[in-house]
């Protein structure tokens, strides 16, 4: 079941309007209805729930355009990352209002394909249940992440890699900048280094005056959609939690639009 809720912001800083947008100004491209949905991590079955309740959003406002950002991490952590990527293939072979944007976990699939690490971010943070979707038992330890690479390698179709490796790192629509992880301040939106795209934290989070548009990110979990001023966080740890977790834009107007299902609280960040 899906749940919708007004978007308000969490914090009661107010920045400065003359050097930037707040949220509560901001607004999306006229005539277009705007889904940003925050990480997925291998629940197909949220994802899957996410489209049927945007499509069931779309067909209450069929006089509108419609665009749908993913905002990366499609892999790694919850039990399906092969059908999530096979999903987002399919959905945007022949739907260009339909855009996936890069994640670190999935330039982190690409980067363990490329070279074996025990010590990588795939090893370490749900790599393994990525490769067991692929059909692979995958071992990291040293002796035996060779021939688990071997075999991950010829598990994963070449459609697969060239999808994740031809992912944009940001998109922009009305007041609007989505990315993966954040922006580092101070840089403008187009000159943007893509490691802080998908990377950042920190420096993004810390920021309290307004940027030139709202920055809309996951990344970073955090129990609820977090909507500041200047920012939302759209992650909401789907893989352990159940909730999959969308912004919704239309005008000035702004929605939460939340799916769920089975929580596995027993598995960490």
């Known amino acids: 079941m899906a749940r919708t809720a007004r978007a308000r912001c969490t914090s009661s800083w107010s920045g400065e309007l003359a050097t930037g947008i707040h949220f509560a100004e901001a607004s999306g491209p006229a005539g277009t209805r705007v889904y940003a949905i925050g990480d997925v991590h291998g629940r197909l079955d949220l994802l ?13 406002h069929p006089q509108q355009d419609w665009l749908i950002v993913h905002l990366g991490d499609y892999v790694d952590r919850g039990p399906d990352s092969r059908g999530v990527i096979d999903f987002l293939m399919r959905a945007s072979r022949d739907e260009p209002r339909i855009l996936s944007l890069a994640g670190n976990h999935d330039l982190g699939l690409l980067e363990f394909l490329a070279r074996p690490d025990p010590n990588s971010l795939f090893a370490h943070n749900g790599g393994y249940q990525t490769a067991l979707s692929y059909g692979v038992d995958l071992s990291f330890e040293p002796h035996l992440i060779d021939r688990g690479h071997r075999e991950l390698a010829r598990a994963v179709p070449r459609s697969h890699s060239e999808f994740l490796g031809a992912l944009k790192f940001s998109a922009s629509a009305g007041d609007f900048f989505f990315c993966h992880a954040g922006i580092r301040p101070g840089i403008a939106l187009e000159r943007q280094d893509r490691q802080d795209l998908i990377w950042i934290r920190g420096e993004f989070h810390r920021y309290e005056p307004l940027y030139p548009k709202i920055i809309v990110h996951g990344h970073t979990p955090c129990g609820q959609p977090d909507v500041r001023p200047n ?3 759209l992650d909401t740890a789907a893989f352990q939690s159940g909730i999959l977790s969308a912004l919704v834009i239309d005008g000035r107007d702004k929605q939460i639009l939340q799916v769920a299902g089975q929580a596995f609280p027993e598995i960490g960040f």
């Open 48 to 60: 899957e729930k996410m489209h049927r309740a945007i499509a069931e959003d779309r067909a209450r």
């Open 231 to 233: 920012r939302v966080n």
